[in-house]
């Protein structure tokens, strides 16, 4: 087959673009794969990971005008100049730039990365993306929850395929050091304020314990002045972004996750694979699922800071435990495994080409 990754700009690092390329690079092993990158120049750029990789270099419209014909001259490049492709997969493709062809050209499928409810409070958006989803062959979600309220919304084509993360052989974990690790963006979204509070708490308790919060974002100067504010700066740091993730993740005992909300937690995820166990606020989408699988440790309510302080005291003070919850942690981890993401992926797309739909599609004819 001949399948196409649509993404806005492939250069831009976020999750939505390392999963375009973990899809084309798992699919390319078995069918012919082009990712397409709508706002990117390339800077000489063709191949990433061996995947080609075309840049059409378009201008990002500002205006709601601008916006409008850009997604009409988008879903016109897809009707004249994919007639050849069999399948086009979108990231953050279809929501935000492209019309799916009605006849006469390739199935088109996106991958929701984000919660259902990410648009609650713009129910006109969240009203055409439901609208917009109805008209595509398929729809990959992150979660069953988010499977289910799709479905109950009448977007009926809707399958759950997790997002690969790198798997590692697992650290002997007495050789851990005594420290809680928190990863993410420094924003109002992961929510790690909520997280520094409850460490006061914690504090009390376990006075050899350090808390890492790895990552950068724009609330940096609103942490630091709440860590002195706490009188934490002993034992709270907050040293940047890693780009060794291997040795971010087995450089603390716990893992904790606090955001108000998550598509679903990648760096959970991560966690989970390098044998990390984690305590973890019940956001709306994702952490219960991980805890039915045994990813997760302890699950607390949102925004309770003091059953999180109680939580990680008590997996901090039992090493059994922690150990425990560890191996039941990257066990649960499987599931997001290359091999597990590339099977599920190269299984949906055949799926996507023999079905009814899709067969029906190809015979209208031009």
């Known amino acids: 087959m001949k399948i196409v990754i649509g993404i806005p700009d492939i250069g831009f690092k976020g999750g939505a673009e390392q999963v375009a390329l973990d899809i084309a690079t798992a699919l390319s092993k078995c069918h012919d794969v082009t990712v397409l990158s709508l706002f990117s120049s390339g800077h000489d750029l063709r191949l990433i990971n061996g995947v080609d990789v075309v ?8 205006s709601v005008f601008e916006k409008i014909r850009t997604r009409l001259g988008i879903s016109n490049f897809i009707r004249h100049e994919l007639k050849g492709v069999d399948i086009l997969i979108g990231n953050n493709f279809f929501r935000y730039w492209a019309l799916p062809p009605l006849v006469d050209g390739p199935i088109c499928v996106e991958v929701q990365h984000l919660r259902y409810e990410e648009d609650r409070h713009k129910s006109l958006r969240m009203f055409l993306r439901n609208w917009l989803y109805r008209w595509l062959d398929g729809v990959v979600v992150l979660t069953e929850r988010d499977r289910a309220l799709f479905i109950r919304n009448n977007v009926t084509d809707v399958s759950v395929i997790y997002n ?8 002997i974990y007495r050789s851990r050091p005594k420290i809680v690790i928190a990863v993410g963006r420094l924003s109002a979204q992961k929510n790690f304020s909520e997280l520094i509070e409850a ?11 350090s808390l890492i919060i790895y990552g950068e974002g724009e609330q ?48 959970a995820c991560e966690a989970a694979a390098h044998g990390t166990p984690i305590v973890s606020f019940d956001y ?60 599920r992926w190269l299984q949906y797309v055949e799926q996507l080409n023999m079905s009814k739909k899709a067969l029906r599609r190809k015979s209208v004819p031009t």
């Open 55 to 62: 840049h059409l270099n378009l201008y990002r419209p500002v």
């Open 164 to 171: 690969m993360v790198p798997f590692y052989e697992k650290v």
């Open 199 to 209: 460490w006061v708490g914690v504090r009390e308790k376990l006075k050899d314990w």
């Open 220 to 267: 940096r100067p609103l942490l630091e002045a709440l860590i002195l504010q706490k009188g934490l700066r002993e034992c709270v740091f907050l040293p940047g972004y890693r780009e060794n993730k291997s040795g971010m993740y087995a450089s603390g005992a716990i893992f904790c996750s606090v955001s108000k909300y998550e598509g679903f937690s990648l760096a």
């Open 284 to 343: 709306s989408s994702g952490p219960a699922e991980l805890y039915a699988m045994g990813a997760v440790a302890k699950l607390v309510p949102s925004g309770d800071r003091r059953l999180l302080a109680i939580a990680l005291c008590e997996l901090a003070e039992n090493d059994e435990l922690r150990q425990q919850c560890g191996e039941r942690a990257q066990s649960a981890a499987q599931v997001f495994s290359a091999e597990a993401f590339a099977k």
